[in-house]
């Protein structure tokens, strides 16, 4: 089946710091992947996406590749600052005549000034 | 920008009630989804509906009913509410169907989330 792996949190960081956060995932056919951020009272919003493989998403300073031969799309940030915290979400999107997008459980990140 | 809306952020009902969760979008998108929020789990799809009056079930539907009499309007109902059902509730909308063109027509935009707590 589909499902999407993502590192447990709380991460915590000094402002400036390097972010990853890890994603791995199985599917059954080619999958579409996207990160998606949750600020502190608020719904999900796309943060980046990736369609293809070596296909790298980027926003907002984070960046993601998709990687198919070890089935990951790692998050990364060079440089945090306080307003990134929240909870960032890893998901895919297969077209298996559904419409569903399958989520990870979710990262929470806490940057410190 | 796309908009989706629910009826209210923070809910407090009795076992046995029954609830009803509103969810409006404003760019006519086809999909729209419910889906519940807990620690630890991530998001949950409790259903989903593709057109006006068609409606799929997700991977937790028991206890919920949806209805979707408009393409904008697509309502969550706990038929009787119990104290396990105390979560918060994430309503998105997306486009359409996926196509080999473009994935701008499966991501998802999310409401801000309606936090219901059953005594």
């Known amino acids: 089946g589909n499902s999407v792996t993502q590192m447990e949190g709380p991460v915590t960081l000094s402002e400036e710091a390097f972010l990853t956060i890890n994603c791995t995932y199985t599917?059954?056919?080619?999958?579409?992947l996207f990160w998606y951020v949750q600020y502190p009272g608020e719904g999900l919003q796309l943060l980046l996406k990736?369609?293809?493989?070596?296909d790298k998403g980027s926003n907002k300073g984070f960046e993601a590749t998709y990687r198919k031969e070890t089935t990951s799309f790692h998050l990364e940030k060079g440089s945090v600052q306080v307003s990134d915290s929240a909870v960032y979400f890893c998901a895919l999107s297969v077209n298996t005549g559904g419409f569903k997008t399958i989520f990870g459980a979710g990262t929470r990140l806490f940057v410190k000034a | 920008d796309v908009k989706v809306t629910q009826s209210s952020r923070y809910l407090v009902k009795r076992t046995g009630e029954k609830v009803f969760l509103e969810c409006v979008q404003d760019m006519d998108h086809e999909n729209m989804f419910w889906y519940r929020q807990d620690p630890g789990l991530g998001l949950r799809l409790i259903y989903f509906?593709?057109?006006?009056?068609?409606?799929e079930k997700g991977d937790i539907p028991e206890g919920y009913s949806v209805s979707r009499e408009k393409k904008e309007r697509f309502s969550l109902i706990l038929e009787s509410a119990s104290t396990n059902q105390t979560s918060m509730y994430l309503c998105a909308s997306s486009l359409g169907a996926w196509s080999s063109e473009t994935s701008g027509r499966i991501t998802q935009y999310f409401g801000p989330g309606t936090r219901l707590l059953v005594l």
């Open positions: 990736a369609t293809k493989a070596d």
């Open positions: 509906s593709y057109d006006v009056k068609m409606k």
């Open positions: 599917a059954t056919g080619y999958p579409s």
